[in-house]
C-alpha cells in the first residue's frame, strides 16, 4: 500500500510541474485548484489517513503556486492560501492537515454503506480504537489536536449518536478551517506588535487592516474572478502580471521591493503595500474600472429587458444629477449609483473597523455615509417620491458588496435569465464573475500604472523579473497589461 500511495503522489506532484509550466498563469493556477493537489489525492487520504505524510504534496502544491505566480509565500501566507476561498484563501487545501479527517470520515462512510447492504449491521467501534492501527493513527494525530469541537463530533459519531449522514469531511473540515482562520488572524495580529515596527495607534490600525482585508476577501462573490466560469466570456482571465499582484493583495504581500513616486499622481509615495495606488484618484483609472463595472451592470439589465437608461437626467427637478443607471421596474423608477471605495485607507480607519466586523462592511459604511443621501432630496422633492428608489451599488476594492447592492444586483440577474431560458443561479455566477473581474483587472491595473517599482529596477517581486513602464516580464512569460501571453 505504502509503494502505491508514493506512486501516486509522485504522479501528483508531475502533473503539478506540468500545470506550472503553462503559458496562461490564471489558467495554470485553476487547474492546480481543481485538478491537482488536494483534489487528486483526496481518494488515497480517505483511505491511509496520516500514517502517510503527505505534506510533500503541499509543498509541490507550494512551489507550483510560486512558479506560476512568481510569489514565494511565507508560513503566513501559505497558511491563508490552503485556506478555502469562502473564508479568504485561494482554496488550495493542505493535504497533510486534512488526511486525519478524510480517513475517520471514510471508515464512517463505509459504515453506512454495510448497514444499507448488510441488515442488521453494527460496525464495532471497540476494533477501530484497539485494532485498526490506521483509524488510530488518523483519530491521534497531533494535526487533530487543537480542534476540540471536532474530536467531540467524532467522539458522538464513535458512540452512535450521529453519523452526519455521510458528510463528516465536510462538517469537520469547515469547523477546521473555520478555527484555523481565527487562529491564523490572531497569530498574524500578534506577530505584528512582537515585531516591534509600529507602535501605539499606527499598530491597532494595522492589525485592524489585517482582519478587514481577510474579511473583505470573504465577501460574497468578492473571489468570483479566482477561478473563471466555464459560462463566462474567455477573455475574462487576468494576465500574468495583474495576476501577481491581485494574488498579492489578497495574501497581504508586498507588491514593490520598495517605495517610489507615484506615476498618476506624481507627488505621493508608492508604498510597497499598493494602500497609496489603490487610493489614488489620479490617471483616470479609477473612473475607467467605475465605468467597466456600470457597462457590466447596464448590459444585464438590457439582457433582462429593463431598458437602462446609462447617465441621463431622470429627476424632472434637476437635471444636474445624472445616476449612472436608471430604470423602471415594477412601477418603481430605480436609480443605481456605482462607486469603489478602498477600506484600508488611512485617512478613514472606520471603514477598516466595519470591514473587519464582517464582509462588505467598508462598502456599507460608504453607502451609508456618502451615497444615501446623495439623492435622497431630489427623490423628496419628486412629485410621487414613493415611486423611487435610490440603490448604492458600492464594492470594495477586495470584491465585497454591500448588502442593498447584493440584493439588487441578483433581481437584475434573475430578470436576465428568464429572458436567455437559464437557471437563475447561472446568471448570477456569470453576472458576479464579469463584476468581480472588473474589480480584480482595475485594481491590479492601477498598481502596476502607480509604479510601485522604476522603470530602471531590474527586478520586481510582483512579477518575479523585470519591470518596464508598458510592459512586466515574467519567468517564461512575456504580456502586456491589457493583454494575454505570449
Known amino acids: 500500500m505504502r509503494v502505491f500511495v508514493e506512486e501516486a503522489a509522485k504522479g501528483a506532484e508531475r502533473k503539478m510541474r506540468m500545470i506550472a509550466s503553462l503559458p496562461d498563469a490564471h489558467v495554470a493556477l485553476t487547474l492546480l485548484k481543481f485538478c491537482a493537489g488536494f483534489v487528486s489525492v483526496v481518494h488515497l487520504m480517505r ?10 504534496i503541499d509543498q509541490a502544491t507550494q512551489s507550483c503556486l510560486a512558479t506560476i505566480t512568481g510569489i514565494e509565500t511565507d508560513a503566513s501566507a501559505w497558511a491563508l492560501a490552503s485556506l478555502p476561498v469562502r473564508l479568504g484563501g485561494l482554496g488550495l487545501h493542505s493535504c497533510a492537515d486534512t488526511a486525519a479527517i478524510a480517513h475517520i470520515a471514510a471508515t464512517f462512510d463505509g459504515e453506512a454503506c454495510l448497514s444499507s447492504l448488510v441488515t442488521p449491521y453494527v460496525l464495532p467501534h471497540a476494533m477501530l480504537l484497539n485494532e485498526d492501527d490506521t483509524f488510530l493513527a488518523s483519530l491521534e494525530d497531533p494535526r487533530l489536536a487543537p480542534f476540540d469541537s471536532v474530536l467531540e463530533k467524532i467522539q458522538d459519531v464513535l458512540q452512535a449518536r450521529d453519523n452526519y449522514g455521510g458528510r463528516g469531511q465536510k462538517v469537520w473540515s469547515t469547523t477546521v478551517h473555520g478555527e484555523r482562520r481565527k487562529a491564523l488572524l490572531d497569530s498574524m495580529t500578534e506577530e505584528l506588535g512582537r ?9 491597532a490600525l494595522k492589525q485592524v487592516q489585517i482582519r478587514a482585508r481577510i474579511q473583505s ?17 474567455p477573455r475574462l482571465w487576468l494576465s500574468p502580471a495583474e495576476l501577481a499582484v491581485a494574488i498579492r493583495l489578497r495574501l497581504g504581500l508586498p507588491i514593490a521591493p520598495m517605495p517610489s513616486i507615484c506615476r498618476l499622481c506624481g507627488t505621493g509615495s508608492a508604498d510597497v503595500d499598493g494602500v ?22 447596464a448590459d444585464f439589465a438590457r439582457r433582462g429587458l429593463l431598458a437602462p437608461a446609462v447617465e441621463r437626467p431622470v429627476f424632472s427637478n434637476t437635471e444636474r444629477k445624472r445616476p449612472d443607471i436608471s430604470y423602471v421596474r415594477d412601477g418603481t423608477t430605480v436609480v443605481l449609483d456605482v462607486a469603489v471605495t478602498f477600506p484600508l485607507q488611512p485617512s478613514n480607519p472606520q471603514y477598516a473597523k466595519r470591514a473587519a466586523e464582517k464582509p462588505g462592511g467598508a462598502a456599507t459604511a460608504y453607502a451609508t455615509a ?25 464594492v470594495d476594492t477586495f470584491g465585497a458588496w454591500c448588502p442593498g447592492a447584493l440584493t439588487e444586483l441578483r433581481q437584475i440577474a434573475r430578470k436576465s435569465a428568464l429572458r436567455e431560458d437559464r437557471t437563475a443561479s447561472a446568471a448570477c455566477q456569470d453576472f458576479f464573475h464579469q463584476l468581480s473581474f472588473q474589480v480584480a483587472q482595475g485594481v491590479a491595473r492601477i498598481v502596476i500604472a502607480s509604479g510601485g517599482a522604476r522603470p530602471d529596477e531590474a527586478v520586481h517581486p510582483v512579477a518575479g523579473g523585470s519591470v518596464t513602464a508598458s510592459r512586466v516580464f515574467l519567468p517564461g512569460r512575456t504580456c502586456s497589461l491589457a493583454g494575454q501571453p505570449r
Open 47 to 56: 483511505a491511509v489517513g496520516a500514517v502517510f505524510d503527505f505534506a510533500g
Open 195 to 203: 515585531s516591534g515596527q509600529l507602535q501605539g495607534p499606527a499598530l
Open 217 to 233: 476577501c470573504s465577501g460574497q462573490h468578492a473571489s468570483a474572478w479566482l477561478y473563471g466560469n466555464a459560462e463566462a466570456d
Open 276 to 297: 497609496h495606488a489603490r487610493s489614488c484618484f489620479s490617471g483616470g483609472r479609477r473612473t475607467r474600472m467605475h465605468n467597466a463595472l456600470r457597462d457590466v451592470i
Open 370 to 394: 456618502v451615497k444615501e443621501g446623495k439623492y435622497r432630496g431630489i427623490i423628496d422633492n419628486e412629485p410621487n417620491p414613493r415611486e423611487w428608489l435610490a440603490v448604492p451599488l458600492v
